[in-house]
């Protein structure tokens, strides 16, 4: 007796075509997640590398600007203004020395020489007057020297010869001067005739003294007034930041400092 053939049932090609669409969609969707992550995950680093970028510079100008006129006379001007540039002198080894004897000579025996080491430009102070800049003479740069310095008989060598009396005083300093391109968005510090990058991605960056912290402060323009700092500085994304599809915005974080300057603190605090 004959039977009918057995048909195996499979898979039409309607069902095929709709298995497809359904998993072409399915895996759109995960992308369209995944990509959404990645561009949060990139707008997060962005704008975690700003805070990092804007406190590190509000943190290092301040450093700077603490140590503005400390081993340096009182009555000579520390902190200058010149067009967009903020100048300080700052003495960071304390670098110092006073004549108890005359001396006439272009090579000047001091107490510790190695404090001077790295310094060009050097205060001569005598009581009374204003302070005249004198020249080490760097181009000594052969054992024992060492820029102009001799460590091991701790003499200072000048690029001229001067004459000293006692109680006259030599103090080290080294010119920092700042200033800021708002078409860079750049922070720029220029040291011993040298410009070079301090910060990037800075959209503002001001500085101001004033004669107090308290709400009647007034601003000064002039050292022997300045006692407070005040530093404002503004940082930017590095590139727009955008968490879905569209082309974002440039982000932004403000710091603001108010500090005594180190050397005008007040006494008790």
Request: hydrophobic share 35%.
């Amino acid at each position: 007796m004959k039977t009918c053939p057995q048909y195996q049932k499979g898979v039409t090609l309607l069902g095929l075509l709709l298995a497809v669409v359904l998993g072409g969609i399915i895996l759109l969707g995960l992308m369209r997640v995944f990509m959404t992550s990645v561009k949060s995950y990139s707008a997060e680093e962005k704008l975690i590398e700003m805070k990092r970028s804007t406190n590190r510079t509000i943190n290092k100008i301040k450093e700077f600007f603490m140590e503005a006129g400390v081993d340096l006379p009182e009555d000579e001007d520390v902190i200058t203004f010149d067009g967009d540039y903020v100048i300080i002198k700052v003495n960071r080894t304390g670098a110092y020395h006073c004549f108890d004897e005359d001396v006439d000579s272009d090579q000047i025996p001091v107490e510790d020489a190695r404090g001077f080491i790295g310094y060009e430009s050097i205060w001569r102070k005598t009581p009374g007057d204003a302070a005249a800049q004198v020249t080490i003479d760097i181009s000594k740069n052969t054992s024992p020297f060492e820029k102009g310095i001799d460590t091991t008989n701790h003499v200072l060598y000048l690029t001229t010869t001067e004459s000293f009396v006692p109680d006259d005083e030599l103090y080290a300093y080294k010119t920092y001067k700042f200033r800021h391109d708002p078409t860079t968005n750049t922070v720029y510090v220029t040291i011993d005739g040298y410009e070079d990058v301090l910060a990037e991605n800075i959209e503002e960056f001001f500085v101001k003294f004033y004669d107090t912290h308290r709400d009647a402060k007034t601003e000064q323009t002039d050292w022997a007034d300045m006692r407070v700092c005040s530093l404002f500085v503004k940082g930017i994304t590095d590139s727009r930041v955008s968490a879905g599809t569209g082309s974002g915005e440039f982000k932004e974080m403000s710091l603001s400092k108010i500090f005594y300057l180190r050397n005008k603190i007040p006494i008790g605090g």
